[in-house]
């Protein structure tokens, strides 16, 4: 008699029970105006004319203050000293552009906070990633930079202090997409910092059509790993957890158990560099071992503009895929439960719609909450200031995706230059919706409409032997014969980090029962939980 897995099981109660739900079309509506949110990205120049200024910046949900409300924070270039860019400004603004904090206030309205903050900064800026790196029940905040990165302590006042210097955080070079993790789940986070090139702005020896140098141009260089020593200090362990022997080209980075050992691992999408897999030995050191993996390379073979990696339960098979925007045919890698990952891009009809864009920020969450997780992505020119349309994929489970950008609203007509892109749901109704930072131009709050969408549950995490946080915990949610799993991570997709709390759609069902591995190997069980909730889960 033929035997069906738990995973094949699952997938196909799935496939019967989310098909049973159908919810209106996905939608979003732009509410950038009405929100308050006013954000321009700067790259500093009069036009592009360097890989530093191409290569956008993107933001990051959390809460700052603890009103259980998503705060946004924003990234930016600026005008930097002269030689930097080969079409400076020819006046400068009486404002230098700087990073953005907005205070969520509720009813949809934002406020600016920046300079009360502390949060401007005073380089030119890519990404950022919040966590409660000291345990204090505060999230705080990395920025990284061209030249450094900076971490910003949350004091609880609705200010931040820099305490780079004072963490050991020395980072030199230019640091890109970063995410926290805790490698080796001593309740700490630690920080894995991704650095792009050996930017030279002196260098100018390219073909004319080229425009400017590309990646290529530029020698590539080492991600660094900080070990957080539970004293608010890290030390340098790249060298220590075999990190440093690899040199790459660093767009975006995630960390996740893909493999289910209980312990995170790394993925770094490289430019025009073959990616990184960071499998974690559970002993303080990596392996790299994306090319058995099967996720080192593009659809034939290449090197391709790797962006924004996203690990995701694709079918609710109990497994991480991996989703990965990139400059061609992006890839959906399927995972399952043995290496290498399976590409199914083609299969699942994304290949097809997407080889006319370059595609930057991307989000994988259920944005009609049937039980099966959506893909967004964000489009701009690669080298040039080429706007684009955006795209949505309905999940339509049994690993097949639709285009559903037609249908998602007057946004999906609106051409941009997109870059990084933030996921959370920021007014709490149970929907997540999304940033958009634009290279060289206004951003977009984009504020999910979709009617008839089905019930949820959004679940909070509180360690108390593992890091406050909870970042590497996996929570199960089974709801109306369906099971799904999600990690808690702290940086995704390109140069951003999503909500802090999981996001579960439960489509028709109204209870759920709810079971949470934390990193410290604790497990606990909440049966009978109702819909339509963020339920906080405290680590026993």
């Given at each position: 008699?033929?035997?069906?897995?738990?995973?094949?099981?699952?997938?196909?109660?799935?496939?019967?029970?989310?098909?049973?739900?159908?919810?209106?079309?996905?939608?979003?509506?732009?509410?950038?105006?009405?929100?308050?949110?006013?954000?321009?990205?700067?790259?500093?120049?009069?036009?592009?004319?360097?890989?530093?200024?191409?290569?956008?910046?993107?933001?990051?949900?959390?809460?700052?203050?603890?009103?259980?409300?998503?705060?946004?924070?924003?990234?930016?270039?600026?005008?930097?000293?002269?030689?930097?860019?080969?079409?400076?400004?020819?006046?400068?603004?009486?404002?230098?552009?700087?990073?953005?904090?907005?205070?969520?206030?509720?009813?949809?309205?934002?406020?600016?906070?920046?300079?009360?903050?502390?949060?401007?900064?005073?380089?030119?800026?890519?990404?950022?990633?919040?966590?409660?790196?000291?345990?204090?029940?505060?999230?705080?905040?990395?920025?990284?930079?061209?030249?450094?990165?900076?971490?910003?302590?949350?004091?609880?006042?609705?200010?931040?202090?820099?305490?780079?210097?004072?963490?050991?955080?020395?980072?030199?070079?230019?640091?890109?997409?970063?995410?926290?993790?805790?490698?080796?789940?001593?309740?700490?986070?630690?920080?894995?910092?991704?650095?792009?090139?050996?930017?030279?702005?002196?260098?100018?020896?390219?073909?004319?059509?080229?425009?400017?140098?590309?990646?290529?141009?530029?020698?590539?260089?080492?991600?660094?790993?900080?070990?957080?020593?539970?004293?608010?200090?890290?030390?340098?362990?790249?060298?220590?957890?075999?990190?440093?022997?690899?040199?790459?080209?660093?767009?975006?980075?995630?960390?996740?158990?893909?493999?289910?050992?209980?312990?995170?691992?790394?993925?770094?999408?490289?430019?025009?560099?073959?990616?990184?897999?960071?499998?974690?030995?559970?002993?303080?050191?990596?392996?790299?071992?994306?090319?058995?993996?099967?996720?080192?390379?593009?659809?034939?073979?290449?090197?391709?503009?790797?962006?924004?990696?996203?690990?995701?339960?694709?079918?609710?098979?109990?497994?991480?895929?991996?989703?990965?925007?990139?400059?061609?045919?992006?890839?959906?890698?399927?995972?399952?439960?043995?290496?290498?990952?399976?590409?199914?891009?083609?299969?699942?009809?994304?290949?097809?719609?997407?080889?006319?864009?370059?595609?930057?920020?991307?989000?994988?969450?259920?944005?009609?909450?049937?039980?099966?997780?959506?893909?967004?992505?964000?489009?701009?020119?690669?080298?040039?200031?080429?706007?684009?349309?955006?795209?949505?994929?309905?999940?339509?489970?049994?690993?097949?995706?639709?285009?559903?950008?037609?249908?998602?609203?007057?946004?999906?007509?609106?051409?941009?230059?997109?870059?990084?892109?933030?996921?959370?749901?920021?007014?709490?109704?149970?929907?997540?919706?999304?940033?958009?930072?634009?290279?060289?131009?206004?951003?977009?709050?984009?504020?999910?409409?979709?009617?008839?969408?089905?019930?949820?549950?959004?679940?909070?995490?509180?360690?108390?032997?593992?890091?406050?946080?909870?970042?590497?915990?996996?929570?199960?949610?089974?709801?109306?014969?369906?099971?799904?799993?999600?990690?808690?991570?702290?940086?995704?997709?390109?140069?951003?980090?999503?909500?802090?709390?999981?996001?579960f759609g439960l489509g028709a069902a109204t209870k759920a029962r709810v079971s949470v591995?934390?990193?410290?190997?604790?497990?606990?069980?909440?049966?009978?939980?109702?819909?339509?909730?963020?339920?906080?889960?405290?680590?026993?």
């Amino acid at each position: 008699m033929k035997t069906i897995s738990r995973a094949g099981l699952a997938a196909g109660l799935c496939l019967f029970a989310c098909a049973a739900f159908a919810a209106d079309p996905i939608r979003f509506e732009d509410a950038t105006a009405q929100s308050g949110i006013q954000f321009t990205h700067s790259f500093g120049a009069e036009k592009l004319g360097s890989l530093l200024e191409s290569t956008g910046a993107g933001c990051v949900w959390f809460d700052y203050n603890n009103d259980g409300k998503p705060d946004l924070f924003v990234t930016s270039g600026r005008p930097l000293e002269k030689g930097m860019h080969p079409y400076p400004l020819r006046k400068a603004p009486a404002v230098p552009p700087h990073n953005h904090l907005y205070r969520n206030d509720g009813n949809g309205k934002f406020t600016d906070v920046t300079e009360q903050a502390g949060l401007t900064g005073g380089g030119f800026s890519f990404a950022a990633i919040a966590a409660d790196y000291d345990n204090d029940g505060l999230t705080d905040l990395l920025v990284t930079s061209y030249g450094h990165v900076t971490l910003y302590r949350n004091k609880g006042d609705g200010t931040f202090e820099d305490v780079t210097a004072k963490a050991g955080l020395d980072v030199k070079g230019w640091a890109l997409g970063s995410a926290w993790l805790d490698y080796d789940r001593d309740g700490c986070v630690d920080l894995f910092i991704g650095r792009y090139v050996k930017f030279d702005p002196t260098y100018r020896s390219y073909y004319a059509a080229d425009n400017y140098p590309g990646p290529l141009d530029y020698e590539g260089d080492t991600n660094l790993l900080f070990h957080n020593t539970c004293k608010g200090t890290f030390v340098d362990v790249s060298e220590k957890s075999g990190i440093s022997k690899f040199k790459g080209r660093t767009m975006g980075v995630t960390a996740a158990d893909f493999d289910g050992d209980g312990f995170p691992d790394i993925y770094v999408a490289n430019d025009k560099t073959e990616n990184f897999l960071f499998h974690n030995k559970r002993d303080g050191t990596f392996e790299e071992i994306a090319t058995e993996a099967g996720a080192a390379f593009g659809q034939n073979g290449e090197n391709t503009s790797a962006m924004g990696p996203v690990f995701f339960d694709m079918a609710n098979s109990g497994h991480m895929d991996l989703w990965v925007t990139d400059s061609k045919y992006n890839r959906l890698l399927k995972n399952t439960g043995k290496l290498p990952f399976e590409d199914v891009t083609q299969q699942a009809g994304i290949s097809q719609q997407q080889a006319q864009y370059t595609s930057w920020g991307t989000g994988v969450h259920d944005f009609d909450n049937d039980g099966l997780k959506d893909i967004f992505i964000f489009h701009g020119g690669l080298i040039h200031m080429i706007p684009q349309e955006h795209s949505l994929f309905k999940n339509l489970g049994g690993g097949k995706f639709q285009d559903v950008s037609t249908t998602g609203g007057p946004f999906f007509q609106v051409k941009s230059v997109g870059r990084g892109a933030c996921f959370a749901d920021y007014d709490n109704d149970g929907k997540i919706d999304a940033y958009l930072v634009n290279l060289g131009g206004p951003g977009y709050l984009l504020h999910n409409t979709t009617a008839g969408a089905g019930h949820w549950l959004m679940v909070r995490l509180v360690g108390t032997k593992s890091n406050r946080d909870g970042i590497g915990a996996v929570v199960q949610v089974e709801a109306g014969g369906v099971r799904q799993k999600s990690q808690r991570v702290a940086g995704s997709g390109y140069l951003g980090q999503d909500d802090w709390r999981l996001h579960f759609g439960l489509g028709a069902a109204t209870k759920a029962r709810v079971s949470v591995t934390w990193p410290s190997g604790k497990q606990q069980v909440k049966e009978n939980v109702s819909a339509d909730q963020i339920l906080v889960v405290t680590e026993p």
